[in-house]
């Protein structure tokens, strides 16, 4: 487990790699979107991965994918459905994105996810981790990407003695290791390794030049955002003054968050009412 490896050696890359294929053969987690692998599912589980806990994720997902079955049946529901299915993982935009890109694909590709990163990017919510990730899942396509779970692997056995490791420099070191011949088994297997690291020993992301340490929830603008959406979602249209109200007594704070949501187009000021957009 805390071997080094000569990311300049490709001996000692196909050691890792074979290191790393039998902790996966013993300790692979089982996920409903890995079980069941289409492109509509890998866009839905990557979007809800983003920023959230893979417990949390599992918990949700089976149901989303109940009430929305494909990107077509997602793409013609309104942003309150979403957003009702979406409770319960946080950072309401991505449920915004998640339905702006399955409009995208029905429309411009007729429910065909493209294979092409950068055709992905272009689409909101989507990123560059995000849009490799969801080709080489979706297709199982050698595309190079990184995330934080890739990237705690890689500087444990890469830059054992280095810090304020940048991306850039691991990036040629990922794509060197990569299993082309299967890189979303290969993928998976990284990711549940760096889950088990982040158990084990101190997190070597921390030496990331990109390491930022995530606010605490209690007390956040998100926490606001999240009362907003809840509220809305269980009384409907709601008098301004009122939401204002019911998030709590800090009245100038709420009243930026909501005229925020409105600028993002989560939610709608009609006259002197609130509602999704």
Do not use: C
């Amino acid at each position: 487990m805390d071997k080094y490896y000569n990311p300049a050696d490709s001996d000692a890359i196909s050691q890792f790699n074979a290191y790393l294929a039998e902790f996966y053969e013993k300790n692979k987690r089982p996920m409903p979107w890995r079980d069941d692998i289409t492109p509509f599912r890998v866009v839905v589980s990557e979007i809800m991965l983003q920023q959230t806990q893979v417990p949390r994720v599992m918990d949700k997902f089976p149901q989303f994918i109940q009430t929305f079955p494909d990107f077509n049946a997602l793409a013609g529901a309104s942003l309150e459905d979403v957003m009702r299915a979406w409770q319960g993982l946080g950072y309401n935009r991505r449920a915004k994105y998640l339905l702006e890109i399955s409009r995208a694909i029905v429309e411009k590709w007729n429910g065909i996810v493209p294979d092409d990163p950068e055709i992905l990017k272009t689409l909101p919510g989507i990123g560059t981790a995000t849009a490799g990730s969801i080709v080489a899942f979706s297709y199982n396509r050698p595309v190079v990407f990184i995330e934080t779970n890739i990237r705690r692997v890689f500087i444990h056995h890469f830059f054992q003695d280095q810090a304020d490791v940048s991306d850039k420099e691991i990036i040629p070191v990922i794509s060197r290791a990569l299993n082309k011949n299967n890189p979303r088994e290969w993928y998976y297997s990284l990711m549940d390794y760096g889950t088990f690291l982040a158990g084990k020993i101190k997190n070597p992301n921390r030496r990331s030049r990109h390491y930022a340490v995530q606010s605490p929830f209690a007390g956040s603008d998100r926490e606001i955002r999240g009362q907003v959406i809840k509220i809305l979602l269980e009384n409907g249209p709601t008098q301004y003054n009122q939401l204002v109200g019911i998030v709590g007594d800090q009245h100038s704070r709420t009243e930026k968050i909501i005229s925020q949501m409105i600028i993002e187009g989560l939610i709608v000021k009609d006259h002197t009412t609130i509602h999704f957009s």
